[in-house]
């Protein structure tokens, strides 16, 4: 799904002379306790404009109910982005749950309450959980950068299953 949009992306900043690139390397990945020392990254999403990244994404993909460990994994990634300066970032979920506005509640509360690594902090919500709307749920944060520098976060959710007209299709047909 991630190549679906970044396809979708390259054509919609062509014109700014942006590039779009999947899986390249960057960042740190978290420290391994057996190794004592992270390794290379790799951003899932990149955009970037010549050398200097616009925004960076990290993608996961949602199969059931909410997994509080392997989304806040996920999202602390993006942080191992953040030093390199990216102003924006993009966290993505492609949900095929059965309950994504379960998932993506339980997920912002996660977001305001969980501390973020390297003194990274939540601010606050820029714009508030909005959705679903065309099976798209979302929102944009501002954290806290150690160097007093802040980031932005875009928070977006996909229903793929797109359980939410499902559910309004048959409370139609009730």
């Known amino acids: 799904m991630t190549d679906l949009l970044a396809a979708l992306l390259r054509q919609r900043v062509l014109k700014l002379g942006w590039q779009v690139n999947l899986r390249e390397p960057g960042g740190f990945t978290a420290k391994d306790p057996a190794l004592g020392r992270g390794g290379r990254g790799e951003v899932d999403l990149a955009i970037r404009s010549r050398s200097a990244h616009v925004a960076v994404g990290e993608a996961i993909l949602v199969r059931s109910g909410f ?64 959705g679903p709307n065309s099976d798209v749920w979302y929102a944009m944060s501002e954290h806290a950068h150690p160097n007093s520098v802040s980031c932005r976060i875009a928070h977006v959710l996909v229903d793929l299953r797109q359980e939410s007209r499902r559910c309004i299709g048959a409370s139609w047909r009730t």
């Open 67 to 130: 997994d509080c460990s392997k989304l806040k994994e996920h999202f602390q990634r993006l942080f191992g982005y953040a030093p390199a300066g990216v102003p924006i970032m993009l966290f993505l979920i492609w949900s095929y749950g059965s309950d994504p506005a379960s998932v993506w509640k339980r997920y912002c509360k996660e977001v305001a309450e969980t501390e973020a690594p390297v003194a990274h902090e939540f601010r606050k919500w820029i714009l508030p959980s909005t």
